[in-house]
């Protein structure tokens, strides 16, 4: 199974900072990555797909970068509703899915 | 636009039984493998089984292994997942999932609550 690790747990950031969230994998995803935010009571909601594509819908503050094991979202400038969890999830290996445990982004 | 409504969710005693459905639109259901990931209160997100194309080599979680089972019905696009012996720990939202084109899509989710 290959794991995804995300760090850090936390990040505290004030509204129009820029934010870096990493996700690792314990092995080559070969760029099959997605990033979601998700807010309490909410589904996941998808941002980033195949490591570096916006959703339809998504602001360009968000961006995805990386490849193989190591990847990168990047939220340019917080705006306050960007304050959520986010998980990144691989979907390389078929049929097990993994998700990254989650980085919260809070306000400081 | 691609669709997918989960139904079926609710409370149910230790022991029991529950089946999710999943009704799927936009886009051409039966061309597509299926999955259903889970997420239990104030946890992250865990992956449980899935379903390719014809409905055979189904995947469980070794969580639910022996007691969950995953269907589908293609003339009705319709997604199933069958669970029997139910554990308090099974407690949680469960969405159905597909990637069309390379883009995941999700439902928005069924509650799944089981309680004495």
């Known amino acids: 199974e290959i794991v995804l690790t995300q760090s850090p747990a936390t990040l505290s950031l004030s509204p129009g900072e820029r934010a870096t969230l990493s996700c690792r994998a314990s092995?080559?995803?070969?760029?099959?990555l997605a990033w979601y935010q998700q807010k309490p009571g909410q589904a996941p909601r998808l941002l980033i797909y195949?490591?570096?594509n916006r959703a339809t819908g998504i602001p360009a503050r968000f961006s995805g970068s990386g490849s193989g094991t190591d990847f990168t979202l990047t939220i340019s400038s917080l705006e306050p509703e960007d304050f959520a969890v986010y998980y990144c999830?691989?979907?390389?290996?078929?049929?097990?899915?993994?998700f990254g445990q989650g980085t919260r982004v809070e306000i400081k | 636009e691609v669709q997918l409504v989960e139904s079926g969710g609710g409370l149910v005693q230790p022991g029991g039984s529950l089946r999710l459905s999943c009704s799927a639109s936009?886009?051409?259901?039966?061309?597509?493998?299926m999955h259903w990931v889970r997420q239990p209160p104030g946890k992250g997100l865990e992956y449980v089984s899935a379903?390719?194309?014809?409905?055979?080599?189904?995947y469980y979680a070794d969580s639910v292994k022996g007691r969950f089972i995953i269907s589908r019905d293609n003339s009705k696009n319709t997604l199933f997942l069958q669970m029997s012996s139910l554990r308090i720990e099974d407690t949680g939202v469960y969405y159905c999932?597909?990637?069309?084109?390379?883009?995941?899509?999700w439902g928005q989710g069924a509650l799944v609550t089981v309680s004495s």
């Open positions: 999932v597909t990637v069309v084109a390379a883009v995941p899509y």
């Open positions: 936009g886009f051409s259901f039966s061309g597509y493998p």
């Open positions: 379903i390719p194309t014809n409905g055979r080599t189904t």
């Open positions: 092995q080559s995803v070969n760029n099959y």
């Open positions: 195949d490591a570096s």
């Open positions: 999830q691989q979907r390389s290996s078929w049929p097990s899915w993994t």
